[in-house]
């Protein structure tokens, strides 16, 4: 324990969570060289000197201290990690929307199958990334979060306690683009009410201390407060309709702690959290995923719509479902309640595309005129086209 | 050396902290995500209606109130009509096929909708505490003040209630009207008829002198004969608020035609233009002497609708 506080007091400032590896993979034999026993060496050095064998315990020592970070070469992890991310991103997005036309179909195999033959593998791609896209970044902006926290934690660690919690070793071989890229991402789709969240999570992704403001104490306290008042002020209007509505202290809560947070979240947790810090939340986010993907996966591929079915002058029906395909002869309907349904064309008499019930608001607030639960680009959609009108045809019962 | 322990020691705990709420934010966010809302929503309420699932939608109109409620060609027109139509389709009940106009008179309104007959009245309506108790109102959509009309000939003579009250004047009124009573209360004595459009009649034909409605009512009938009659402005002194007549078991509904109604009010607030502006151009608007706007609607629940994220301006 004695020759830990040396070891990490060379090695915890110098080198940045992201690029420890290569430094690593040369350092290491020579601390330990020094550290774990530097009288084997001095002596090894002068008494043997054409003794080989002195090489073959230094790398065993090497695996033992620090198995987690030198048992591959980096430029090989790389290639791996790089492999299995893009393996990730092709392959996921894939099962999913296969996962999801089962669904859609109602479990049905020969529904699946009609599905399966009318949906190209662009349209469902597209639809897939529509509605997972929140997920995705949700997803990637934890992990990045958590692995910086846990992996500027786990530096001050004495080394060869434990290895590095499996979110670290992610934030260490992600290039700083893919989590700017998932955290631009997230800005544009997570609804603004979650938007304050993103701050933290930035913060703590790139270990941004309030120190990266000004190296003296009272202008960066002049600019962090600068900063949350104009986030006050920008919030002020939305904070006053919330406490009016009674209600929303979850709102409250939600835009206003999370800025604050932001100014203390940088920096190393003590040694005592960072183990059931990194167990529990690794559990906690693929808890998460898993949860939030059984929306995901239920969520309809085809728009829905209601059809007027009926002949030229005579009762009509309204037949409520998402349209598979169109051809000479028949118009294929997914039925909202089940079943496929084939209308001759010759009989639609109208359709119409409707919402659907999951997309009605929690909450009845706005953020200058930007409803809460719009992320930045709906708001943005809803500006070019502002008004949409319900068709009447949409309130009859399925 | 022992400040900076603690110091680094207390930054410790502070990021500790923030790591903590943070992930609980986030977690009661994710939560909060997955709710369903507070407020009840249209699909909801309408779940509830005794309309739900119904092919057609039954409004109780007048067929004799020109501009108001009246049948022309074979065809149903009037600014009721209208109103009627809009709350309709918001209902989810638009085109002739899923609609039908049952014609009710004055005295068959409340009847009617405890019978069943309509699911809805939209016929020159006043909203009156007595009648609160038989029926459910969604409203107002129009305010009108009580007037007589007299024919050209007797112009000069008929000028104050005074004068109405003088036995060689006939006066002319619907019964179960709002008038009727109103008249009463004035020692007016009154002939009781079916419907005004009958009192217009026997005033043309002699039997009457004066008829006495509401303004809205009797601008219809001036605007059928404008050579013949003239309203006279008489201080009666009450305002008459129209509103959509609901069956009293079925407050699902009237919420929802409240709810309606106030949309259209907003729009029109809003500088749009909205679905009553429209009907009331179409119809009222031309024959009547003063401007009129859409009456802001009472009782309108909160509720929420699909169309509750797309911008206010």
Known sequence: MSAAPTATGGDGPVPPPRTSAPGVATDPPTFDGTAAAPPAGAVGDVAWPTAVPVAEPAAPVV????????????????????????????????????????????????????????????????????????????????????????????????PGTRRRPLFARWADITPAWVVLASFLLALITWPL?????????????????????????????????????????????TLRDAVQQGDEWLVLALLVVPPLLAVFIAGPLPG???????????????????????????????????????????????VRGHVVTTDDVNMVILQEQGGVRYVPVDLVRAQVLCPSEEELPRHQLRIHDF???????????????PVHRIDAACRTPA | MNTRTAQSRLRAMATTLAVALTLTLAAAAGCDSRQQPDLPSVQEKLR??????????????????????????????????????????????EGDQ??????????????????????????????????KKLVNFAGPYFVTTQEVM???????????????????????????????????????KTFVVKDVGDCVDGIRKGRYDAVSSDEAILAGFLASFPKEFEIVDMPFGTSELLGIGVPIGDPALRDLVAFFLQKSYQQGRDGQASPWQTAYNRTLGPWLKAEKRQPQPLEVPKLVDFDDKAPAK
């Open chain 1, 63 to 158: 695996a033992e201290v620090e198995p987690g970070r030198v048992r591959w070469d980096p430029a090989e992890r790389r290639a791996r990690a790089s492999q299995s991310f893009w393996t990730a991103v092709v392959g996921v997005p894939a099962i999913f929307s296969v996962l999801r036309l089962g669904v859609e179909a109602g479990g049905e195999l020969q529904t699946t199958l009609l599905l399966v033959a009318n949906v190209g593998p662009v349209n469902l791609l597209a639809g897939f990334l529509t509605t997972a896209a929140r997920l995705l970044s949700t997803g990637m902006v934890a992990v990045f979060a958590l692995g910086a926290v846990l992996a500027v934690s786990a530096d001050r660690l004495p």
């Open chain 1, 193 to 237: 009410l979650y938007l304050p969240l993103l701050v933290p999570a930035f913060v703590a992704a790139f270990q941004l201390r309030p120190g990266r403001l000004h190296e003296r104490v009272a202008p960066r306290l002049l600019l962090i407060g600068a900063l949350l008042a104009g986030y006050g002020w920008l919030m002020l209007p």
């Open chain 1, 272 to 318: 005592l959290v960072i183990r059931p810090l990194a167990s529990v939340t690794e559990v906690a986010v693929l808890a998460t995923l898993v949860w939030a993907a059984v929306p995901v996966i239920s969520t309809p591929v085809l728009p829905l719509t209601v059809t007027t079915v009926g002949p030229e002058s005579g009762p009509t029906e309204d």
């Open chain 1, 371 to 385: 409803h809460v639960e719009d992320s930045l680009l709906e708001g943005m959609g809803r500006r070019v086209r």
């Open chain 2, 48 to 93: 509830e209606t005794h309309i739900y699932g119904q092919s057609k939608l039954r409004i109780g109109v007048a067929t004799n109130e020109p501009l108001m409620g009246e049948l022309r060609n074979g065809q149903h027109v009037g600014f009721d009509v209208e109103i009627g139509r809009y709350v309709a389709a918001s209902l989810g009940y």
């Open chain 2, 98 to 131: 899923r609609l039908e106009f049952v014609s009710v008179s004055t005295e068959d309104r409340i009847p009617a909708l405890q019978g069943g007959t309509v699911d809805l009245v939209v016929s020159s309506f006043s909203m009156t505490e007595d009648r």
């Open chain 2, 150 to 188: 007299v024919p050209t000939r007797l112009k000069d003579r008929i000028r104050t209630i005074e004068d109405l009250r003088d036995p060689a004047y006939k006066v002319c009124t619907s019964g179960g009207s709002t008038t009727e009573a109103e008249l009463e209360k004035h020692q007016v």
